[in-house]
């Protein structure tokens, strides 16, 4: 390798990682991110808080209450004998199961028995899940009450599989996503802000009085953040996997090259950042204008597909979307081919298109 890339490289990792706080900012706080992100940041419902309103002695309301309390989403609310309604107006609970008049037991002996649920609707999220849970209980306690022999009765019997997810546990939706999140914080800011400091100090001019070349410069600034976000990324992988278990389902060379490519486009935007501000603070602002976009239209926590035209249409440019796509695809899916192939090239594009505008940028302000 070029003899002035290796001195800048080396001059560029010894300036990061001689400052203990530093080390601090590259290796720890994205396991300590990628811990909190992934126990935070949860799309389950858990310790719904339902009342059953029922006779003491009708044992299959008493016995289909219990299933909710067992299922793990529901947890008991007190009744105290009062009004369903001023249950739910109160507080005191999310939900309210009431058995029909008589009984629930009684009314099962005629036929079908109505029976009714008191969802609070103020958090419509929380009260779709409720109403996704309460069907699906009361579905698993009426399946077996069907005599051997009996015809269903008409209808359409739903089969439901879930793929990829089984269990529906957030946390192998979330983290993979988390994990670009994590990797454009730290390529892109470090990037920006590398150089940056440069300009703030005085000693840009210094370098652009040396015998340097243009990508000589570009490439000994950069290539210490490339590899710095590589090894934030093994760590950040081998977090996802032993503290929540994420599975790796597809080739790992897919994992690697998607990674590569993928920070080789974020420090492409961190040194087109840096190109465009004066000092650190412009930099720094420069940089989280660039992310808090890029998250809430990389499908990591929204659908994409439920956003306005407009939105999705920017969204396509966005490179943190093709990496939450191609991480989620590999490690739940296994790495469908044309899946990888789209989402990889669209990257190449963008980390070619950026490279290329950050060097011209980068080109005039050295001249």
């Known amino acids: 390798m070029n003899r002035t890339i290796l001195a800048f490289i080396r001059k560029e990792l010894s300036q990061s990682l001689r400052d203990p706080r530093m080390r601090l900012v590259i290796f720890v706080l994205p396991m300590i991110q990628m811990t909190v992100f992934g126990l935070a940041i949860s799309t389950d419902i858990r310790g719904i808080r339902l009342a059953a309103v029922h006779s003491p002695r009708d044992a299959a309301a008493r016995q289909l209450a219990d299933r909710f309390y067992a299922s793990g989403w529901f947890v008991p609310a007190a009744t105290n004998g009062e009004d369903p309604y001023r249950l739910i107006a ?60 009996e015809e269903s009765p008409p209808g359409i019997e739903l089969d439901v599989r879930v793929l990829y997810n089984p269990a529906m546990e957030s946390s192998l939706f979330m983290v993979p996503g988390v994990m670009g999140l994590i990797l454009c914080l730290v390529t892109i800011i470090l990037t920006s802000m590398s150089l940056a400091k440069e300009k703030e100090l005085g000693t840009f001019e210094t370098i652009l009085a040396a015998p340097l070349r243009t ?31 994420v599975p790796i389902q597809g080739p790992l060379w897919m994992l690697a090259l998607a990674t590569v490519v993928f920070v080789i486009t974020t420090v492409g935007v961190g040194t087109l950042v840096s190109t465009i501000s004066a000092n650190q603070q412009q930099a720094m602002l420069g940089s989280f204008l660039f992310l808090f976009p890029a998250v809430l239209m990389s499908g990591l926590m929204f659908p994409i597909e439920n956003m306005p035209p407009a939105i999705m249409w920017v969204a396509q440019f966005n490179p943190l979307k093709y990496f939450v796509t191609l991480m989620r695809d590999i490690m739940l899916k296994g790495g469908n081919g044309r899946v990888f192939a789209y989402n990889l090239s669209v990257l190449v594009l963008m980390a070619v298109a950026v490279g290329a505008t950050s060097y011209r940028r980068f080109h005039q302000r050295l001249n």
Not at 129 to 136: R, V
Not at 217 to 233: E, N, S, V
């Open 90 to 149: 109160s507080g005191q609970a999310d939900a309210v199961l009431v058995a029909p008049t008589g009984g629930l037991t009684k009314a099962l002996g005629r036929g079908p028995a109505p029976l009714q649920l008191l969802v609070n609707a103020t958090n419509a999220t929380k009260a779709r899940s409720i109403e996704s849970y309460a069907a699906a209980v009361v579905a698993q306690a009426t399946a077996p009450s069907r005599r051997p022999g």
């Open 215 to 245: 990508w000589e410069i570009l490439l000994g600034k950069t290539i210490p953040y490339f590899f710095l976000g590589l090894a934030d990324a093994v760590l950040i992988l081998a977090a996802a996997v032993v503290i929540f278990s």
